[in-house]
């Protein structure tokens, strides 16, 4: 069985990411493995983990309704995103990775967007990059 990660977010882009995950699951027969990864620290609190669990379990529905093989891990490493996805990746050897985007301000193009860039260049596998609706 093949495997599709999928970084996740509880935001439009992460949403529509795992919805596109779902469809090339079933189109591959591919086992889906959701990241969530946090920065941790001091800045990840007690809130932030009960957040991240309900998120998770949220996650977690949404794939079972949706008939398809997953797991669902919570990262808190103190890693970029895109090292915790290729990571992962690697880990698993991959087939595909999903991402979702959001749209971006020019300024907000110089600032931000280095995730996405980093996992496009150092994944061990195509990268399937995502818009999130509206």
Same mark, same amino acid.
Request: net charge negative; charged share 30%.
């Given at each position: 069985m093949s495997t599709?990660?999928?970084?996740?977010?509880?935001?439009? +882009? !992460?949403? =529509? %990411?795992l919805r596109q995950a779902v @469809?090339?699951?079933?189109?591959?027969?591919?086992?889906i493995v959701v990241v969530?990864?946090?920065?941790?620290g001091a800045d990840f609190d007690d809130?932030?983990?009960?957040?991240?669990?309900?998120?998770?379990d949220a996650v977690r529905a949404y794939l079972?309704? +949706? !008939?398809? =093989? %997953?797991?669902?891990?919570?990262? @808190?490493?103190?890693?970029?995103v895109s090292e915790d996805l290729v990571a992962v990746a690697?880990?698993?050897?991959a087939d595909m990775i999903i991402i979702g985007l959001r749209r971006r301000s020019p300024v907000g193009k110089l600032l931000?967007?280095?995730n996405a860039q980093r996992i496009l260049l150092d994944a061990p596998c195509p990268v399937l990059a995502v818009k999130a609706d509206g």
């Amino acid at each position: 069985m093949s495997t599709i990660v999928v970084g996740y977010v509880a935001k439009p +882009e !992460g949403q =529509a %990411a795992l919805r596109q995950a779902v @469809v090339e699951a079933r189109l591959r027969d591919a086992e889906i493995v959701v990241v969530n990864s946090a920065r941790g620290g001091a800045d990840f609190d007690d809130e932030d983990a009960f957040r991240a669990e309900s998120d998770q379990d949220a996650v977690r529905a949404y794939l079972a309704d +949706e !008939g398809v =093989a %997953a797991t669902v891990r919570q990262l @808190v490493r103190g890693q970029e995103v895109s090292e915790d996805l290729v990571a992962v990746a690697e880990e698993t050897s991959a087939d595909m990775i999903i991402i979702g985007l959001r749209r971006r301000s020019p300024v907000g193009k110089l600032l931000l967007g280095s995730n996405a860039q980093r996992i496009l260049l150092d994944a061990p596998c195509p990268v399937l990059a995502v818009k999130a609706d509206g």
